[in-house]
């Protein structure tokens, strides 16, 4: 496993550290088993955190040779969730892909300070049996096939969290001293993934303690709160008529949404790697935006390209969850999904009141909404009779299935489609 220097510099590798214990001890991990110096990159993409500076101080103290922090919110929201936006993306239905959507950011980061410092090796913390190891491989893979990348968790046999403690305090690294909530948390803008501990029994509820953006809806306001989002071609522009920025209105979002018990998930989820999981997540503000742009897109959207989008959405959300962020279907879909937005400026109206969300309204200058057409008073422009010629060739191959499979003797043809025993019929 050793790593063999040329001129007496040792190689180096650049790990993705978030503080805790497990990249701790990959810190450790790849000087002593991989005689490998240590760059770490601790990303703010969002996440709760008590300070990074102190995690930067935490990866040189743990040993690492030098720690990037670097602000990614940005970014994040400007090149990821606005084309997380225009996919409505939702994996199974559901999952707005939090972590999915960091995940290529984050190796992007690395990527780039792994040719900063002339690093050939790239690490991170993720276990063997998820998803993210896969995103961050992936992504690594994608932008230099040249790296190469070690994942120290999938090495050590640590079998327990005690074991792995145990090793940790024996090579002086730093254990957490108070007992941590028994759960595993990733999080960042877009919201909070909570899974293992109680949670990995599917009939438990979810206990309090594992939401910390949103309240419980039984203790939310008993007077709603009503918010205009403003969209500009698909990306929120402002809220209640006020310019800000995308990446503002997340964490704004967050906050009121949240504020009303808005955004929790409890559901089952199936991983990349063939394990269904039970997954909590808090995604207040995310998906408040995307029911937002939903509505707009209901709005301005032709039809054709509102429903052959639907399954563009799907398509995308599972390829971004898959880890195939940097892939040339995902861009080729994003270059769709850019073509459809070209419309998408407006405004809607949302409510929200204990832990429920109504869009109570929505306007554009794009809106292909006609009052002419759809009215039923007398400014009605709709051509009435041209609705029975309409009818008639629309049902026309339907009408003459029917006729044929009564010729032939069925009592009607629902019966022939159910039973769907052609012979029958043709004996
Ligand atoms: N299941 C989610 C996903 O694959 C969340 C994973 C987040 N990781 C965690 N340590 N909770 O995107």
Same mark, same amino acid.
């Given at each position: 496993?050793?790593?063999?220097?040329?001129?007496?510099?040792?190689?180096?590798?650049?790990?993705?550290?978030?503080?805790?214990?497990?990249?701790?001890?990959?810190? /450790?991990?790849?000087?002593?088993?991989?005689?490998? %110096?240590?760059?770490?990159?601790?990303?703010?993409?969002?996440?709760?955190?008590?300070?990074?500076?102190?995690?930067?101080?935490?990866?040189?103290?743990?040993?690492?040779?030098?720690?990037?922090?670097?602000?990614?919110?940005?970014?994040?929201?400007?090149?990821?969730?606005?084309?997380?936006?225009?996919?409505?993306?939702?994996?199974?239905?559901?999952?707005?892909?939090?972590?999915?959507?960091?995940?290529?950011?984050?190796?992007?980061?690395?990527? !780039?300070?792994?040719?900063?410092?002339?690093?050939?090796?790239?690490?991170?913390?993720?276990?063997?049996?998820?998803? %993210?190891?896969?995103?961050?491989?992936?992504?690594?893979?994608?932008?230099?096939?040249?790296?190469?990348?070690?994942?120290?968790?999938?090495?050590?046999?640590? *079998?327990?969290?005690?074991?792995?403690?145990?090793?940790?305090? /024996?090579?002086?690294?730093?254990?957490?001293?108070?007992?941590?909530?028994?759960?595993?948390?990733? %999080?960042?803008?877009?919201?909070?993934?909570?899974?293992?501990?109680?949670?990995? !029994?599917?009939?438990?509820?979810?206990?309090?303690?594992?939401?910390?953006?949103?309240?419980?809806?039984?203790?939310?306001?008993?007077?709603?709160?009503?918010?205009?989002?403003?969209?500009?071609?698909?990306?929120?522009?402002?809220?209640?008529?006020?310019?800000?920025?995308?990446?503002?209105?997340?964490?704004?979002?967050?906050?009121?949404?949240?504020?009303?018990?808005?955004?929790?998930?409890?559901?089952?989820?199936?991983?990349?790697?063939?394990?269904?999981?039970?997954?909590?997540?808090?995604?207040?503000?995310?998906?408040?935006?995307?029911?937002?742009?939903?509505?707009?897109?209901?709005?301005?959207?032709?039809?054709?390209?509102?429903?052959?989008?639907?399954?563009?959405?799907?398509?995308?959300?599972?390829?971004?969850?898959?880890? &195939?962020?940097?892939?040339?279907?995902?861009?080729? &879909?994003?270059?769709?999904?850019?073509?459809?937005?070209?419309?998408?400026?407006?405004?809607?109206?949302?409510?929200?009141?204990?832990?429920?969300?109504?869009?109570?309204?929505?306007?554009?200058?794009?809106?292909?909404?006609?009052?002419?057409?759809?009215?039923?008073?007398?400014?009605?422009?709709?051509?009435?009779?041209?609705?029975?010629?309409?009818?008639? &060739?629309?049902? &026309?191959?339907?009408?003459?299935?029917?006729? *044929?499979?009564?010729?032939?003797?069925?009592?009607?043809?629902?019966?022939?489609?159910?039973?769907?025993?052609?012979?029958?019929?043709?004996?």
């Amino acid at each position: 496993m050793t790593q063999q220097t040329t001129d007496g510099q040792k190689d180096r590798v650049v790990l993705a550290y978030s503080g805790g214990l497990d990249t701790s001890v990959c810190i /450790k991990w790849l000087q002593e088993q991989h005689n490998l %110096d240590v760059i770490a990159v601790v990303g703010d993409v969002g996440q709760e955190h008590d300070g990074l500076e102190e995690v930067k101080a935490k990866a040189l103290r743990t040993g690492a040779i030098e720690c990037l922090v670097v602000d990614m919110r940005e970014a994040f929201a400007e090149e990821y969730l606005t084309r997380a936006m225009a996919a409505n993306s939702l994996y199974e239905n559901k999952y707005p892909l939090v972590s999915a959507l960091s995940r290529p950011l984050i190796t992007k980061h690395l990527v !780039d300070a792994a040719h900063a410092y002339g690093a050939k090796y790239v690490a991170h913390g993720c276990t063997g049996k998820g998803n %993210d190891q896969v995103r961050f491989e992936t992504s690594i893979m994608a932008l230099d096939p040249d790296l190469e990348i070690i994942a120290p968790v999938r090495e050590w046999d640590f *079998n327990t969290r005690p074991q792995e403690m145990e090793w940790a305090a /024996k090579h002086g690294i730093e254990v957490p001293t108070t007992n941590k909530k028994p759960y595993s948390i990733d %999080d960042n803008l877009w919201g909070r993934a909570i899974e293992c501990g109680v949670l990995e !029994d599917p009939w438990n509820e979810p206990p309090d303690d594992i939401y910390t953006m949103t309240i419980d809806p039984a203790d939310a306001p008993d007077e709603p709160t009503v918010v205009e989002v403003s969209f500009e071609q698909g990306v929120p522009c402002a809220l209640d008529g006020k310019k800000m920025s995308y990446l503002d209105i997340i964490l704004e979002m967050n906050k009121i949404a949240g504020g009303n018990g808005y955004g929790r998930l409890d559901l089952i989820e199936n991983r990349l790697v063939g394990v269904k999981s039970r997954e909590c997540y808090e995604v207040p503000g995310a998906l408040a935006l995307i029911e937002a742009h939903k509505a707009l897109e209901d709005l301005c959207l032709e039809r054709n390209v509102l429903h052959y989008k639907l399954g563009i959405e799907q398509e995308w959300a599972r390829l971004v969850y898959n880890g &195939l962020w940097f892939s040339p279907l995902k861009e080729a &879909l994003d270059a769709f999904l850019a073509h459809t937005q070209q419309c998408v400026t407006g405004t809607v109206r949302l409510r929200f009141y204990k832990g429920n969300l109504a869009v109570t309204g929505r306007k554009s200058d794009f809106s292909l909404y006609n009052y002419e057409l759809a009215t039923y008073d007398e400014a009605d422009a709709f051509d009435h009779a041209a609705a029975k010629g309409f009818i008639d &060739l629309h049902a &026309l191959t339907t009408k003459v299935w029917s006729q *044929n499979r009564r010729a032939q003797g069925a009592q009607s043809a629902q019966f022939a489609a159910v039973e769907g025993t052609a012979d029958e019929f043709t004996a």
